[in-house]
């Protein structure tokens, strides 16, 4: 069997091997490293891909938070809401700009955040909301735009772990993350759905002003050369980046089948287990399984871990501690128990191994060693 990892990319890159040392042999010739054609051809290849006006590429996945944030034209003081549980980038961009994070709760069956606790925390003051599709798997995206219109409020999307998912709207129409609020924003980190083999990300918007405000921003604030008419940043893909990103482009859906196949393995092979509370999957979204998250009922999920890890399966906790109990962001608004399902969850939760190289051998191994733990319980 092969050694079972987190996330496999040597195994995926095998596969396209050719088709990528070509491309990148072809950049290397051109020396078109920042901003050459790689980029724009990526760039209107994704925007075809996820249905969307525009994709502006940039440094990374907290980049294009930070500029989409920028982009709005917010002023310090204004409130921002996102979810406690997710990936500190989400909060640390809204704390870097000045403005107020303003964190809620998620549902516990989806770990995505809760309308409920949106709407009660929504005040004059607040300017965005920042719906995280965590995981791989849409927030409800219907009843956000719903609460964004009826309070002027604008929406940016965290697609960075949701490439490729889609949701399907009230209207009955098929919209992909990122492609719903007024900004989206993903991340090219390698062991994403979408993954660079360095840094990358980009933001989308069906708007033509923001889109133009957004090329600015990411690029010093300028239209014309030595020409600023905003405060931007440097947040640029590079050309490398952007030919990789291209050929993998052309397998996303692929990549997610091969997710969603060993998410269907892992959910048959718990189905009957009480102790193991398989991931939730919301009926008009598709999971892209960024990752298998499972939460331990009446265990101590360091014990499994520990087995499976003597067992050669590796494990992981994402997250061990929502953002409102980091030290970073302790804030007096904030205490212990005011977020009870995060607090719950980052005890509980644990990830299993998701990439798009495991195979039926290694699945097995996996799903075999978790069940022997919990059978002698
Ligand atoms: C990865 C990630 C980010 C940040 O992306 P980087 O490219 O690492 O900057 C932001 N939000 C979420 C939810 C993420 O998973």
Redesign the pocket.
Known sequence: MKDIRMVDLSGQYEKIKPEVDAALAEVINSTAFINGPAVKNFQANLEKYLGVKHVIPCA????A?QVSLMALGLKPGDEVITTTF??I??AEVIALLNLTPVLVDVEIDSFNISIDAIRKAITPKTKAIIP?H?FGQSAPMDEIMELAREFNIAVVE?A??SIGAGYTGKDGIYRKTGAIGHMGCT???PS?NLGAYG???AVFTQDDELAEKLRMIVNHGMKVRYYHDEIGVNSRLDSMQAAILDIKLRHLDEYANARRKAADFYDNAFRDCSKLITPYRYEKSDHVFHQYTLLAKGFDRAKLIEHLNNKGVPAMIYYPVPLHQQKAYLDPRYKDGDFPNSEYLSKNVFSLPMHTELDNEQLKHITDSVLEFINAL
């Open positions: 990374n996945g907290t980049d938070l997710t990936f980038a989400t995280v965590l965290d960075c772990q991340s090219f980190f994403k840094d990358g990300g």
